[in-house]
T-cell receptor, first 117, second 109 residues
Framework: GAVVSQHPSWVICKSGTSVKIECRSL??????MFWYRQFPKQSLMLMAT?????????EQGVEKDKFLINHASLTLSTLTVTSAHPEDSSFYIC?????????????FGPGTRLTVL | GQNIDQPTEMTATEGAIVQINCTYQ??????LFWYQQHAGEAPTFLSY??LDGLEEKGRFSSFLSRSKGYSYLLLKELQMKDSASYLC??????????WGAGTKLIIKP
């Protein structure tokens, strides 16, 4: 199998605080992980590609200083939303690629619902 | 540019068959994925086509025509639990998935 977990499942925080979301591949090693954001009734939006041992590649329009990504091991990537504001409230989903990149299926985590008050 | 075209919403009856069409344009092509997404949940993998033709997996089948930039997902013996959004996601030359808004499928008794 290929199981990806995310923690926490949901989080409510005050405006201005930082929130860290963890994405783990439980039974495989993932050199590449992706972070997505999805607003209600909209498509998945790729935020960044996270590669183990190197800096993340951010999509255009995504602030790298606001959305900090760390991929410290082959099974863990973290996304930190710094100084969160209500407009950052969204469903954050990670996915992990099993094996070498290229043509491989992305296995999705269950998602983290962030609500910023 | 890159884009996906799927119907926004479809309605079908329990026990029937439904076909969800998808046309796409991408910079390069490394296969096409179909995902199912229930409301409030992350997508789950349904199928992957990289060669032309039909791939059958239980009640679900997926078809690809690379020359036409066209794919469809066929769902048979529809069940109420099949009510969900179905996302067609081609993979471009950078091995990134291109996402549309998906097709919301409503199953009626």
């Amino acid at each position: 199998g290929a199981v990806v977990s995310q923690h926490p499942s949901w989080v409510i925080c005050k405006s201005g605080t930082s929130v860290k979301i963890e994405c783990r591949s439980l039974d495989f090693q993932a050199t590449t992980m992706f972070w997505y954001r999805q607003f209600p009734k909209q498509s998945l939006m790729l935020m960044a590609t996270s590669n183990e041992g190197s800096k993340a590649t951010y999509e255009q329009g995504v602030e790298k200083d606001k959305f900090l990504i760390n991929h410290a091991s082959l099974t863990l990537s973290t996304l930190t939303v710094t100084s969160a504001h209500p407009e950052d409230s969204s469903f954050y989903i990670c996915s992990a690629v099993k094996g070498a990149s290229g043509g491989n299926e992305q296995f999705f985590g269950p998602g983290t619902r962030l609500t910023v008050l | 540019g890159q884009n996906i075209d799927q119907p926004t919403e479809m309605t079908a009856t329990e026990g029937a068959i439904v076909q969800i069409n998808c046309t796409y344009q991408t910079s390069g092509f490394n296969g096409l994925f179909w995902y199912q997404q229930h409301a409030g949940e992350a997508p789950t993998f349904l199928s992957y086509n990289v060669l032309d033709g039909l791939e059958e997996k239980g009640r679900f089948s997926s078809f690809l025509s690379r020359s036409k930039g066209y794919s469809y997902l066929l769902l048979k013996e529809l069940q109420m639990k099949d009510s969900a959004s179905y996302l067609c996601a081609p993979m471009d030359s950078n091995y990134q998935l291109i996402w549309g808004a998906g097709t919301k499928l409503i199953i009626k008794p």
